[in-house]
C-alpha cells in the first residue's frame, strides 16, 4: 500500500489543471463522480478547485499489484483481447465491486490467462500532454484514412498510454512518477482504429452532460490507478 499522500498526488495529476485532491472526506462527491470527473474534466472550470476524498474508500487495496520488478508474465486474455499486465507499475485497484448494476463486466479476480464469460476488455488511459482538457477532445490522426472521432481514446498497448501520461514530481519525497489509469471498456461501445492501437468511446457532438456522464458509466469504467518512479 503507497503513502496516502503520494495517492492524492497521483489523483491531482490525472485531474491536471482541473483540480487537487486531498485526503478526508467529502459527501458530497460518490466514487463515480470521481471517474466521471477524470474522463470529462475538459468541461469543468478553469478555475483549479480542491477535493476531498477517503483514500481508504476510494481504493480496494486487496487488489492492489506491484508489478515493479516484474520484467515478464504469461500471455492473458481480458474480453477476448490481449491483456498486456503492467508490467515496471504498481497497480492501485479502485474500488469498483458492487458499484454498477451488471456484475460480469470485471470477471473474477484471481491470476488466470483466458477471459472469462462477459467481461469487458483492458485498456489504459493517459491523460494528454497538455493535461486533462484533452481527454475527450483530443484527435488521434490514423494513418492516411485520418479517423478522427469525438470521444474518450483509450489504448490496449500500455507504453502508448505512458507516452500521454502525466509525470508529476512528489512533493513527499521528491521523486518523479508517471500515473496511468486502468480501464475495462465495453466491447459493444468501443470502435478501433489504427491498427487496434486505439479504441474510441465516441461521444457525438453536442451531447449533454448528462448523457456524456451515462456513455462513460456504460462504456468504460476506470479499476486501477497506475504508478510508476521515473528518472
Known amino acids: ?37 477524470f474522463f470529462l474534466a ?25 508489478f515493479t520488478n516484474m520484467t515478464t508474465s504469461p500471455k492473458c486474455m481480458r474480453g477476448d483481447e490481449p491483456y498486456q499486465r503492467p508490467l515496471g507499475w504498481y497497480r492501485m485497484a479502485v474500488k469498483v465491486l458492487d458499484k454498477y448494476p451488471d456484475k460480469n463486466w470485471l470477471g473474477p479476480s484471481g491470476w488466470r490467462s483466458e477471459s472469462a464469460p462477459g467481461e469487458w476488455p483492458v485498456s489504459f488511459h493517459g ?5 486533462a482538457k484533452g481527454i475527450i477532445s483530443f484527435h488521434y490522426e490514423a494513418g492516411e484514412r485520418k479517423l478522427y472521432g469525438r470521444g474518450i481514446y483509450s489504448t490496449p498497448v500500455l ?8 509525470v508529476f514530481k512528489s512533493k513527499k519525497n521528491e521523486k518523479s512518477y508517471r500515473v496511468v489509469m486502468q480501464n475495462r471498456i465495453n ?14 468511446v465516441r461521444v457525438p457532438e453536442k451531447t449533454s452532460k448528462e448523457e456524456e456522464k451515462r456513455i462513460v458509466e456504460r462504456s468504460i469504467r476506470p479499476y486501477g490507478i497506475l504508478i510508476k518512479e521515473v528518472e
Open 1 to 37: 500500500m503507497l503513502d496516502k499522500e503520494l495517492v492524492c498526488e497521483a489523483l491531482s495529476a490525472l485531474l491536471g489543471k482541473h483540480g487537487s485532491i486531498k485526503h478526508g472526506i467529502n459527501p458530497n462527491m460518490s466514487l463515480l463522480d470521481y471517474h466521471h470527473r
Open 42 to 66: 475538459h468541461h469543468y472550470s478553469d478555475v483549479e478547485e480542491e477535493f476531498f476524498i477517503d483514500v481508504e474508500e476510494f481504493f480496494d487495496h486487496r487488489f492492489d499489484y506491484d
Open 127 to 131: 491523460t494528454s500532454k497538455d493535461g
Open 159 to 166: 507504453s502508448i498510454a505512458s507516452d500521454f501520461s502525466t
Open 187 to 200: 466491447p459493444k461501445d468501443r470502435e478501433k482504429c489504427n491498427r487496434n492501437e486505439y479504441w474510441l
